[in-house]
């Protein structure tokens, strides 16, 4: 099984709605983060998470917020999509006791606002 | 702001050839270095990390880390067609990663 899971996979939405993309992990890291891609931007942090308790904005979270469940779930939610959101969303974690840069990531999630 | 550069390429080289990738950054204070690679349409896998000056090897992979100029590199020897993918230089800050936009390797057979 995939240590970082990331759920739907694919998503077609419409402007306007209110989508909910989810992130599990289980190889016990604390940290998670959320990133999207776009052709020639590369990786861009929306948000992180230290821990359950602990929940930063990144680079580009307006539009965005999150969710940090439980140490293995992270969810990023667009309370209202527009088309520019459309882009291929990853899910990270790393363990600040081992190496705290080295980012593990999800299968990506692939979103397209209509 | 702090920022990673890397030419989008594509970089082509034929079968068997090393390929030569670089990667300049702005944080002077960076401690943490490391290469993704990353299939077109799939998430970025960690190949390499280096937190040291000098060179780093793990089989066909060499990564060569200079603090004073600010600049990283990732070799490739004997590159192989399954070595077409864009390679993302990312530099640790603040608790968080910097990508650079990647450059696009392609090895011609």
């Known amino acids: 099984d995939a240590d970082v899971t990331q759920t739907p996979r694919n998503r077609i939405t419409k402007t306007g709605k209110r989508i909910m993309l989810e992130c599990s992990q289980t190889k016990g890291h604390d940290r998670m983060y959320w990133y999207r891609q776009d052709p020639g931007l590369g990786l861009r942090l929306i948000y992180y998470s230290f821990d359950v308790k602990d929940i930063n904005k990144g680079e580009i979270s307006d539009g965005y917020s999150v969710s940090r469940q439980a140490q293995a779930k992270f969810s990023l939610s667009l309370e209202s999509a527009i088309p520019n959101q459309t882009a291929l969303y990853f899910c990270a974690t790393s363990d600040p006791l081992k190496a705290a840069y080295e980012q593990y990531f999800g299968p990506g999630t692939r979103l397209t606002v209509t | 702001q702090k920022e990673v550069e890397q030419n989008s390429g594509p970089l082509s080289v034929p079968e068997g050839a090393i390929a030569s990738l670089n990667c300049t950054y702005s944080?002077?204070?960076?401690?943490?270095f490391f290469w993704y690679r990353q299939y077109s349409g799939k998430s970025p896998e960690l190949i390499m990390s280096?937190?040291?000056?000098g060179d780093k090897e793990d089989g066909r992979f060499t990564a060569q880390l200079n603090k004073a100029s600010q600049y990283v590199s990732l070799l490739i020897r004997d590159s192989q067609p399954s070595d077409s993918a864009t390679y993302l230089c990312?530099?640790?800050?603040?608790?968080?990663?910097?990508f650079g936009k990647g450059t696009k390797l392609s090895v011609k057979p």
């Open positions: 944080d002077r204070g960076s401690q943490s």
């Open positions: 990312a530099v640790g800050s603040q608790g968080n990663l910097i």
């Open positions: 280096i937190y040291s000056n």
